[in-house]
């Protein structure tokens, strides 16, 4: 009981059973399970990995023989974004969402990322994720994180979710709001939070910025369109009363619908502190707690609600900014004509781009730089400010992105590099690979190729001088 404030001790009391409180406090600083989302779970994986399956199809608790010897971001599974590492809470809000093919959705705090290449994942990478965090270095890991995982149906904006309701109409289909909080669920990956960084004022604070940000999410949601609000942490300011702020802000157009999750939780609570709180809120909320856990489910401290806009709300209209950045897109034939160019130097089908994303791809170009998206992500585009948008393919100097030849090596039948272990080693340290054995006869000087092991794309290099220059981003080096 040391390690927890006197304070947050009866915070817990009041909210639980007496007794779950033991229970409840045993388990919220017990270290999480180790949880990957696979990309494609009839893929085979290593001999040495041990997958077990959870409440999420895509999800699996991992074990590995080698655990100590690699960690699990240096594999070549995790490199190629074949695997997500991601806590089965944060898979929660996307299966409550329930993303379709197709259609626009806003990700309104989306960094790092997991939830919105989870989304993209879902959706097939078609249709468009709007995907947004003011932060510019946690922007930086959000663009990453859809780079590996190769999210070509993103829009990443850096702004102010609490005013982007200024610039943006109720126009999207699904808002996934996975808000700032307290994070009282980080206690189950660092055991010293309640004692070193918990704090009341920080829940009251967090529940300021919660409110101004759920009433700007539902000003961009379109008439009959669906929102997840969650959280993780336990705290009523941060979960129920929220919820509740957005009844009476926008009262007779919010409707509550039930989450559809099998998984051990307890219903919304249906007071705090006086406040007494929508029967809708105690019906449909659920509140995860660590102790409440099952062979498919373990996570920490939880919340998720499910909300259906029934009717659009007054409000003014978007002022949309002008554009400052000149964007070339590209139309039918000219897309034909990158498709073909690819496909002719590195021997792939002709259908390679929509084999990637699930649908139709657009090309356009940017400062000489040549990217790969949907029709949806460019009409976006046209009338609103972005950072970036799809997958970089190539820059002015036809250079490739490590990104896209991850993704064309498995594909590709001429001009590519197959590496044995030693040299995959190398390849993923920096290095340079000598052409010294047969098998690379093929590869001419000053030609482009695709690199790969096996059936994980590693990225692309040119043959210079009796070897292939390593073009791996600098920042991808093991």
């Known amino acids: 009981m040391d390690k927890f404030p006197e304070r947050f001790i009866e ?94 959705i806003l990700d309104l705090c989306a960094a790092p990322g997991s939830k919105t290449s989870f989304l993209a994942q879902r959706m097939g990478h078609t249709g468009v994720i709007v995907a947004n965090e003011p932060s510019s270095s946690r922007s930086k890991k959000l663009a990453a994180n859809l780079d590996r995982t190769g999210c070509f149906n993103t829009v990443v904006i850096q702004t102010d979710g609490t005013i982007l309701n200024s610039f943006i109409g109720q126009e999207f289909d699904r808002i996934l709001l996975d808000a700032p909080c307290s994070s009282e669920g980080y206690g189950r990956r660092d055991n010293t939070f309640f004692s070193k960084m918990w704090s009341e004022p920080k829940i009251f604070l967090a529940a300021k910025l919660q409110k101004r940000l759920i009433e700007s999410a539902w000003e961009m949601l379109s008439p009959g369109g669906i929102m997840v609000y969650s959280t993780c942490t336990s705290a009523p300011e941060e979960n129920e009363s929220v919820v509740q702020h957005l009844l009476k802000t926008y009262p007779n157009t919010v409707e509550l619908l039930p989450t559809e999750l099998n998984v051990p939780h307890a219903p919304g609570i249906k007071e705090w502190e006086g406040e007494q709180f929508a029967p809708a809120i105690v019906q449909h909320a659920q509140r995860f707690y660590p102790h409440l856990r099952s062979e498919t489910w373990n996570s920490e401290s939880f919340f998720v609600v499910k909300l259906q806009k029934k009717e659009a709300v007054k409000r003014l209209p978007p002022n949309k900014p002008s554009h400052t950045t000149e964007v070339n897109f590209f139309k039918k034939n000219q897309n ?84 044995d272990a030693e040299q995959t080693t190398r390849w993923l340290a920096g290095f340079d690979i000598p052409l010294k054995t047969e098998k690379f006869s093929s590869l001419k000087n000053g030609t482009a190729v695709l690199v790969r092991h096996q059936a994980f794309g590693l990225g692309w290099g040119k043959v210079i001088n009796g070897k292939i220059k390593n073009k791996l981003d600098r920042d991808l080096v093991f």
């Open 336 to 419: 034909a004509e990158v498709i073909t160019k690819l496909a002719k130097q590195f021997g792939l089908e002709k259908s390679w781009a929509e084999s990637l994303m699930d649908g139709k791809p657009a090309f356009y170009i940017k400062q000489n730089d040549l990217y790969l998206t949907t029709p949806e992500a460019t009409r976006f585009m046209q009338s609103n400010l972005f950072r970036r948008v799809g997958l970089k393919i190539s820059d002015k100097d036809d250079n490739l992105t490590t990104c896209i030849a991850q993704k064309l090596a498995p594909l590709a039948t001429k001009n590519v590099a197959d590496l």
């Open 11 to 104: 915070r817990i009391k009041a909210l639980l059973p007496a007794d779950e409180v033991e229970a409840f406090l045993e388990h919220c600083t017990e270290p999480l399970p180790k949880v990957v989302r696979l990309k494609n779970i009839n893929a085979p994986v290593p001999e040495n990995w041990h997958l077990k399956p959870t409440a999420v199809p895509e999800g699996f608790f991992i074990e590995r023989d080698n655990q100590t010897e690699i960690a699990l971001g240096k594999t070549l599974e995790h490199f190629t974004g074949d695997i997500y590492s991601q806590s089965l809470s944060s898979m929660l809000p996307v299966v409550v969402l329930n993303p379709q093919p197709d259609e626009k």
